[in-house]
């Protein structure tokens, strides 16, 4: 059994995702809506740590592309976090009505 | 070190993306406000079938063309006697990367590799990401894919989260960026660093990989229903779908095959908001592309887009969300197809058009796209929940975009809105008169009415009433 590995230090070779400020507010493009002129362009980058880096410290990553992208480093074997969400009744409610219609108003073929 | 600032950047747009598109643009430039469309989607030098065999060499294309029998049987109990057409689908999800993307990548990544470039970007929130990274996994080049993914809390829309997982699974670099259309300034700033290839949605290679998709289902239906299709239904956004598989089927012979496009009614939401980002549970195929591409096809990522859907558009309408939900579940549970939400806006449309044409017609759909996590209707409505949209049962017409999703309750609310192409071809020519007002001569006469697809003199009169002062008034 191991533990737990430790999620604040990453070593070097571990896949992890740095964050970029590409553009602060008053660099971003002109025209656009209120709510996003106020924030900050941000890009996240994933990649193999080049050094042993923790959460928060300036970090560079070399990418699949093997290219070198350095930014604050936020998360260590990130997960891409999405999933199939929540049953839905409504939804699985459509499939019986459905199947029920056919069935009941099949003329044979 | 060159100037990295946005304005500085975009200053040096023309000269980055010529290194990097591998297209003579300004060979193809006329007088006015003209080019010449053909010549461009010529500069590729493949003929369709020259397009199939590179295709194939790659493992794409040559997908099922499958009959919805119970969703056939369906629209015939929804529709008057004697009405109801044959639907179809095109299994484009058969492809390597899941979806007809793969068959634009092919042709780009290709055209890269014999240029000798060492590796391809794209910048794409959409299936044509993992799509490039797919084939350039296949050919052994490098690949970096933009993606617009969250919003400023973070939190990112599952739909493009599973896009950019899908990139990383063949290779690619992914960058995730927040809201906005700095996606092309950064695009700008890895083409000049590192050299590679542009991949554009929007050059001729990319449109030209997509008209074999409309040369198969033109061949395919007419060998095996010995007829023409009646109606190809293809989801709009940037005009490439449209646009190729137009082409691909008059290559095929079909003449007479109406083209229809469908969006998912997206309408009041803005694209480039950090707050409204989220509110949409479609992340492509919606109105907030489709639109603007017609009225504007030339705001992209090269000189001219080769994607001009207005061309071939015979009919464009809109669907629900909630609509494109309920057919989601439809195709799984009626014909066993679990499929992703692209092919399904146009299915939820031709289960709806099939109703008004008489039994023996057929109406195609032209893709399908894999589906998963994030993509799942079940994904995209948990999300929906979460940012406090409501989701019930109810009437299509009390569908609000990005506050209410209503699931129909019965297949006979299903229904399609029109939009009203005139309306939208004047659109094109006001703002196509207001970007170059010098006189418009006998050249620009031809080719807006080309770009419109509408005869001269109609296309002449339109203009004439929008020199008029009241209508002048009236904004894009």
Request: charged share 25%.
């Amino acid at each position: 059994m191991s533990e737990a590995p430790d999620r604040s230090t990453g070593r070097p070779g571990g896949w992890a995702e740095v964050l970029l400020v590409v553009l602060e507010p008053s660099g971003r493009a002109p025209g656009l809506p209120p709510d996003t002129a106020a924030t900050p362009y941000v890009a996240r980058v994933r990649g193999f740590l080049e050094e042993a880096a923790a959460v928060g410290d300036t970090a560079a990553v070399r990418t699949p592309a093997g290219r070198r992208v350095e930014g604050t480093l936020v998360r260590l074997d990130p997960e891409p976090g999405h999933s199939f969400g929540r049953p839905v009744g409504e939804l699985l409610d459509v499939g019986v009505e459905l199947r029920e219609r056919l069935a009941v108003e099949a003329p044979r073929a | 070190m060159p100037d990295t600032s946005h304005d500085a950047v975009l200053a040096r747009r023309g000269e980055i993306l010529r290194r990097a598109a591998g297209v003579d643009y300004p060979a193809v430039e006329r007088a006015g406000r003209s080019f010449d469309y053909e010549s461009l989607l010529g500069s590729t030098g493949y003929a369709v079938d020259d397009v199939a065999r590179i295709q194939a060499d790659a493992n794409v294309g040559r997908t099922p063309l499958l009959e919805l029998k119970r969703l056939t049987r369906l629209a015939r109990e929804l529709a008057p006697a004697g009405k109801g057409a044959r639907i179809l689908i095109k299994d484009e999800a058969a492809n390597p990367s899941g979806s007809f993307k793969a068959r634009r990548a092919a042709l780009a990544v290709h055209e890269a590799q014999r240029l000798g470039y060492e590796g391809v970007i794209a910048a794409t929130s959409g299936n044509y990401g993992a799509a490039v990274a797919s084939q350039a996994a296949m050919r052994g080049l490098r690949c970096i894919v933009l993606q617009e993914v969250f919003d400023s809390a973070g939190r990112g829309q599952p739909e493009i989260v599973e896009k950019g997982r899908a990139c990383e699974a063949y290779g690619a670099e992914v960058w995730q960026l927040t809201v906005g259309p700095e996606l092309f300034y950064v695009l700008l700033r890895l083409l000049e660093e590192t050299e590679y290839f542009s991949a554009s949605l929007y050059t001729p290679h990319a449109v030209a990989g997509i008209e074999t998709l409309g040369h198969e289902i033109g061949e395919e239906v007419r060998a095996r229903y010995g007829r023409d299709p009646d109606a190809v239904i293809v989801t709009h956004a940037g005009g490439g779908n449209v646009s190729g598989t137009a082409r691909g089927l008059r290559s095929a012979g079909c003449a007479g095959t109406k083209i229809v496009g469908v969006s998912v009614d997206l309408q009041g939401l803005r694209m480039s908001s950090d707050a409204d980002f989220n509110r949409k549970s479609f992340t492509t195929g919606h109105t907030g592309f489709g639109v603007p591409f017609l009225v504007n096809p030339d705001r992209v990522d090269v000189p001219r887009n080769a994607a001009r859907a207005l061309r071939y558009l015979d009919r464009y309408v809109t669907v629900t969300q909630g609509e494109v939900f309920y057919v989601t579940e439809a195709l799984a549970q009626l014909e066993g197809l679990e499929r992703g939400p692209a092919g399904n806006t146009s299915l939820a449309a031709a289960l709806v058009i099939a109703q008004e044409l008489p039994q023996e017609a057929i109406v195609v759909v032209q893709e399908t796209e894999y589906t998963g996590a994030g993509k799942h209707p079940t994904a995209q409505l948990t999300f929906a929940r979460e940012l406090g949209i409501e989701v019930r049962r109810s009437h299509p017409r009390e569908n609000v975009p990005g506050q209410v999703i209503a699931i129909p309750n019965a297949p006979e609310e299903l229904s399609v809105t029109e939009l009203e192409l005139d309306e939208i071809r004047r659109s094109y020519l006001r703002r196509a008169a207001a970007a170059a007002p010098e006189a418009i001569g006998p050249d620009d006469l031809v080719f807006l009415s080309a770009e419109v697809n509408r005869p001269p003199d109609v296309v002449e009169r339109w203009l004439a009433e929008l020199a008029e002062p009241a209508a002048a008034s009236v904004s894009v």
